[in-house]
């Protein structure tokens, strides 16, 4: 026979759940060089792998 779990036992445990930053690297684009997130072309001057993928977004590049 199993016993209930007690509210303070379940949230001492979901305590750790919370999420953490996403990692971020530079941008490829020698003139962007803003925080990017990995595997992902840059919002800001559409650069992935070193050239330009997609058209910028408008953003301050």
């Known amino acids: 026979m199993q016993h209930r779990t ?3 036992r379940t949230r001492h445990r979901r ?5 953490g930053a996403p990692a971020l690297t530079a941008c490829t ?3 962007c ?3 990017t997130l990995p595997h ?3 919002q800001h001057c559409g650069f992935y792998r070193g050239r330009e ?4 977004t408008g953003g301050d590049a």
Request: glycine share 4%; aromatic share 4%; with cysteine.
């Open 6 to 8: 007690s509210r303070s």
């Open 33 to 35: 060089g803003k925080a």
């Open 53 to 56: 993928v997609v058209p910028p």
């Open 15 to 19: 305590a750790h759940w919370k999420a």
């Open 29 to 31: 684009n020698p003139a």
């Open 40 to 42: 992902r072309a840059c």
